[in-house]
């Protein structure tokens, strides 16, 4: 079985969707995959609840235990590497990873990010794009090098930015378009 390690740090609505789209379409069946764990650096995210109702093993990591990005990414990996993974998908997660810790993943580490990259890499997405004029803004699905947000790009859709806009209604737009793409790429993803 190809095991999906999903990291998340929230809400886990795009966590939801691949979990769903696997059961839906029986990726352990149709690809011979499974979502095997999901690892959260942050113990109150709902996403964690979502996880334990579905079956799936999930981890709390804390970031604030430790005293550097390299410790904690160390840390991080060991858990992750307890399930052997396939894939390990970023879901919403907000530490940026090390260079040591994208290696040791190198070519099975994917993100979702709240743009249309390349524009607007990092944070605050909406908001930015609200405030450049932007007409049309999306999602990308990316996999994830050493430097942010500029991995090959895998996925994007893209929504109109509509009069009256604030960051929470695009973000909201843009959100329902990522819990489409980002189950098919990573769909894609297993197949290849
Ligand atoms: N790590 C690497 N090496 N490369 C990428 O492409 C990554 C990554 C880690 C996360 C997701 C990304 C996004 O989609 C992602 C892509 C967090 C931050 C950030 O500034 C920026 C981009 C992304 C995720 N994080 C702060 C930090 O100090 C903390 C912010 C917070 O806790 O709210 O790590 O946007
Ligand atoms: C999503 O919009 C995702 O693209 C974005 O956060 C949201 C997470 O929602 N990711 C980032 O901003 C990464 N820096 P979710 O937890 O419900 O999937």
Redesign the pocket.
């Known amino acids: 079985m190809k095991n999906i390690v999903i990291l998340i740090s929230g809400g886990g609505s795009n966590m939801a969707a691949i979990v769903r789209a696997a059961q839906q379409q029986d990726w352990a069946r149709s690809l011979g995959a499974q979502v095997a764990a999901v690892v959260s650096n942050k113990a109150e995210a709902k996403g964690l609840e979502f996880a334990r109702a579905q079956g799936i093993a999930t981890e709390v990591l804390n970031h604030k235990n430790f005293a550097s990005r390299e410790d904690f990414d160390a840390a991080l990996a060991q858990v992750i590497d307890r399930y052997q993974p396939a894939l390990v998908v970023?879901a919403g997660?907000?530490?940026?990873?090390t260079p040591g810790f994208?290696a040791h993943y190198a070519g099975r580490i994917i993100?979702?990010?709240?743009s249309l990259l390349p524009a607007f890499t990092?944070?605050h997405t909406h908001q930015r794009a609200i405030d450049a004029g932007c007409k049309f803004a999306g999602a990308t699905v990316h996999q994830?090098?050493?430097?942010?947000?500029?991995?090959p790009i895998l996925e994007q859709a893209v929504v109109p930015v509509l009069p009256g806009d604030t960051a929470e209604s695009l973000a909201a737009r843009v959100l329902t378009q990522e819990h489409v793409i980002y189950p098919r790429a990573v769909a894609a993803l297993l197949r290849a």
């Open positions: 970023l997660f907000m530490r940026i990873l994208v993100n979702i990010h709240p990092g944070l994830v090098t050493a430097e942010l947000d500029v991995g």
